[in-house]
């Protein structure tokens, strides 16, 4: 009887230790299935443990190779443009997000209140097309003297962000796309899963990178109260609440207070952003 007691609290604590190293690798330290109501932020995964197409059928859906833009000539200078992208309603109800649209929303406010001239995707308008072209757009504005801001929140996977007709559109295609910019103040943020190689992929003299996840961490949507992603709505506290003007600090304090929120709500994360902007970056 000591034998088969034995054998069973040997078992119970394999199990349990799977447990805890299964829900501590990417998707926190805690099983979404033991979230309580009062708990009611949903994680946004790594879309590719969700993708259920065939292998044969993604293949076909992957943006890596692009060619550089040719910047505008002879354009006005000293012109602001931002391009806000917000995607929750993916193709097929099973990938749908909660508040990216929201993100995208409260973002385009910011920037135009900053001067910017915003174009805006959301949700079905945000497909792979629309947003190939809007990014072309964008980086062919990237002259000297003009300021570019881009904001994404959505599905991310493995440094990919992902458009509304479910393509994968890779860090590597971001960077050939600005790599002509002469734009010295530039500003991206990246709301999504998985997104942590866009901060070095697009690091360059002028820029700053703000990105809710590392390589192989989660970020989430937040709670009834926040209506934002968790690391959006901490950059939107900053902005309209503690009246940050620099994009710095207001990085900053997204990404302690998004820690701190996971620490009390058991989750693993790592925002962070990269700043190769001399000074401090006015939005």
């Known amino acids: 009887m000591k034998t088969q007691k034995w054998i069973k609290l040997a078992f119970v604590a394999l199990f349990a230790g799977f ?15 033991d979230l309580t109501v009062e708990q009611a932020f949903t994680v946004r995964p790594d879309f590719a443990t969700i993708d259920d197409r065939p292998e044969s059928v993604i293949a076909q859906f992957q943006v890596v190779e692009t060619q550089p833009v040719e910047l505008l000539k002879n354009a006005a200078k000293g012109a602001k443009f931002a391009l806000v992208i917000g995607i ?39 497909t792979k097309t629309a947003i190939e072209s809007a990014i072309n757009t964008l980086a062919s504005q990237s002259i000297a003297g003009n300021e570019i801001a881009f904001v994404y929140s959505g599905h991310g996977s493995k440094g990919n ?10 860090y590597s295609w971001f960077k050939t796309k600005f790599s002509t910019a002469k734009s010295t103040k530039m500003m ?17 003299t002028g820029r700053v990178i703000a990105v809710a996840s590392s390589t192989n ?26 009246n940050y003007v620099y994009f710095e600090p207001d990085c900053a304090y997204a990404v302690t207070k998004m820690k701190e929120w996971a620490k009390l709500n058991r989750v693993r994360v790592a925002p962070s952003y ?3 902007y001399t000074g401090d970056l006015d939005i």
């Open 19 to 33: 447990l805890l190293q299964s829900c501590s690798q990417e998707e926190g330290l805690m099983p979404q299935d």
């Open 88 to 126: 929750s309603n993916y193709s097929g109800t099973a990938n749908d997000l909660q508040y990216c649209d929201d993100d995208a929303t409260d973002w385009k406010a910011q920037l135009q209140a900053e001067g910017y001239s915003v174009t805006i995707l959301t949700d079905l308008a945000a």
């Open 161 to 170: 962000i992902i458009s509304t007709d479910l393509y994968y559109i890779n």
């Open 188 to 204: 991206f943020t990246f709301d999504a899963c998985q997104i942590g190689a866009m901060a070095s992929a697009l690091k360059a």
């Open 217 to 242: 961490t989660y970020s989430y949507d937040g709670d009834a109260t926040m209506k934002n992603g968790v690391f959006t709505y901490y950059q939107m506290v900053g902005l309209d609440q503690l």
């Open 274 to 276: 990269v700043d190769s």
